[in-house]
């Protein structure tokens, strides 16, 4: 899925018939011009949030450290990397959210997830922690960046992952994958588009419990997308994803791997479960 497939919090219902929409449905933001040549549109310059997904691997020689040692290095790293929050003005806006892969996934540990209106701040949170010594004993196998924006598909709905700010962290769990559309999807007309996220967002819409979190990484990484998902409830994601890969635009997906099912802890209670 991505921000193509907007799930939860603005479930669309189906047009009535004749292709009206039903009383009370609220009016569509709906951009039909996507690549700006006919209405030429100007570049749009305002402030965005940028967001980083960083992942990372334990080197299995920091178990065998004595356990005094060990928990020194990792309280070393625990205060540079909370600092990075603490130690900026409130009005750069800086979000840092942690969570545990251990026993979840083989090929990573942790992630972190930071979130600024600068991706120079993500160069000084990761310079921080390469000061610490446990990053001599940490690969980072992955790293998403992408930027948030306004969905060309969905209503504007206050506080539901749609808009120009995020509510990270609400849930339990977090599941992360980034995502790639064929180019044959780049070909299709708006209102084709726009008719298979119709379908799209409608098959989403019981599933109340899953909160998306889409984000745009054309020119700036390798994929097009990274979608993440608030749940507190992994079963009902699972059910979501299942649905929806019943829909027409579902064959418009290039690649949607790897994935990630994250677990949000406090950084102390990840760095813990690392041994």
């Known amino acids: 899925m991505s921000d193509e497939q907007k799930p939860t919090q603005a479930a669309e219902t189906p047009l009535a018939a004749g292709g009206s929409r039903p009383a009370g ?18 570049p749009d310059r305002a402030q965005r ?46 979000i840092q959210r942690s969570y545990s892969l251990v026993g979840v996934r083989g090929d990573v540990d942790f992630m972190l997830w930071r979130i600024a209106f600068d991706v120079r701040d993500f160069q000084e949170a990761q310079a921080r922690l390469n000061r610490t010594r446990l990053m001599g004993y940490l690969t980072q196998p992955y790293n998403f960046v992408s930027m948030q924006k306004r969905s060309q598909y969905v209503n504007r709905v206050e506080g539901s992952g749609h808009g120009l700010e995020i509510l990270p962290g609400q849930g339990k769990y977090l599941f992360i994958y980034p995502f790639i559309k064929t180019r044959p999807w780049y070909d299709l007309t708006p ?20 909160r998306i979190n ?35 635009a579902s064959n418009y997906t290039l690649r949607d791997t790897p994935m990630f099912t994250c677990v949000k802890k406090e950084l102390a209670g990840v760095l813990e479960d690392l041994g």
Do not use: C, N
């Open 25 to 42: 449905r609220p009016k569509m933001m709906v951009d039909l011009d996507p690549s700006g040549q006919v209405t030429g549109r100007e």
């Open 49 to 94: 949030q940028f967001l980083d997904y960083a992942f990372y691997k334990l080197d299995p020689a920091f178990r065998r450290l004595p356990q005094v040692e060990r928990d020194e290095i990792k309280a070393e790293f625990l205060a540079a990397a909370e600092g990075w929050v603490a130690d900026a003005p409130a009005e750069k806006g800086l």
């Open 191 to 210: 209102h084709s588009r726009q008719g298979m996220m119709d379908e799209h967002i409608y098959a989403s819409g019981p599933f109340k419990g899953v």
């Open 214 to 248: 889409t984000s745009y990484s054309y020119g700036i990484d390798d994929q097009e997308f990274v979608v993440s998902f608030d749940s507190d409830y992994p079963q009902e994601f699972v059910d979501l994803v299942h649905r929806l890969r019943y829909t027409e």
